[in-house]
């Protein structure tokens, strides 16, 4: 039997001045919305992958004793390395688009680190757990906080550049968007960490993307973010993400 290695998702190929515009605001931002939106069939299909997975990963669960919560129906399921799990996965891990800004952040020695999906079902009292929701976090190291080796450390001091591929329909407003903090990548490592921050104290940074299904979103890895809580009591809709990231080799 021959086994399908990849399923490709089509996409549009960014062009030049679609990817300066991109790393500008990347590195302004810390983050930017891409141009082009997955189409209708590979949110289809990707879907349907993370379903096939989630129900086995709610099945696992149920024949251990320690997770009955996690193997109901209505469970969040986060899977960890999931391009491991099925074709279509590894299909995004090709999306184009990503790949062109992972080469011109890190150039051509650039690597996948991790990969994951979530899936949120609204739940009557989602956890800020990663898997529910994600509470207020940015990754480190912040630029200007790292050891620089002859006074650089890397294009906009990143490691990794996260890709969030947001699967269903967010625009009702109400299905615990991502949001982030724009700029803080820049800023002390206080953000999104710890006692001292407090999200009031950006209300003219805060970005909230209830974007449409088929939206792709790069961040840089320091930026503070969070998923927020989906509103409670509205069962059955799902929020799914798909989050490869791309790493700099050791020494770039
Ligand atoms: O949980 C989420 O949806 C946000 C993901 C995120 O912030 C991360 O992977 O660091």
Not at 155 to 162: D, E, I, Q, R, V
């Amino acid at each position: 039997m021959t086994q399908t290695l990849i399923d490709q998702i089509e996409s549009t190929r960014l062009s030049n001045e679609q990817r300066d515009d991109l790393m500008r605001r990347i590195d302004r931002d810390g983050y930017a919305q891409l141009p082009g939106k997955l189409s209708k069939s590979a949110i289809e299909k990707l879907i349907a992958a993370i379903d096939r997975v989630a129900t086995a990963e709610r099945s696992d669960a149920a024949e251990r004793s320690d997770a009955s919560e996690r193997s109901d129906a209505s469970a969040g399921v986060k899977v960890n390395n999931c391009v491991e799990r099925d074709a279509a996965l590894r299909g995004l891990m090709m999306y184009e688009p990503a790949l062109q800004l992972a080469y011109d952040a890190f150039g051509p020695m650039f690597h996948l680190c991790q990969s994951n999906f979530v899936v949120r079902p609204r739940q009557p009292k989602p956890a800020s757990d990663f898997i529910d929701s994600s509470p207020w976090h940015a990754d480190g190291p912040r630029p200007g906080q790292f050891p620089k080796v002859g006074g650089a450390m890397g294009a906009m001091g990143m490691h990794y550049l996260k890709f969030g591929f947001f699967l269903t329909d967010l625009t009702h407003g109400s299905g615990g968007p991502l949001q982030v903090v724009r700029g803080s990548h820049r800023r002390p490592e206080l953000d999104g960490k710890g006692g001292a921050f407090r999200i009031e104290d950006y209300a003219n940074d805060l970005v909230t993307f209830n974007c449409e299904a088929g939206t792709v979103v790069a961040f840089h890895q320091a930026v503070a973010r969070r998923a927020a809580e989906p509103i409670r009591h509205r069962a059955k809709e799902r929020l799914h993400q798909l989050l490869p990231r791309v790493d700099a080799p050791a020494g770039s």
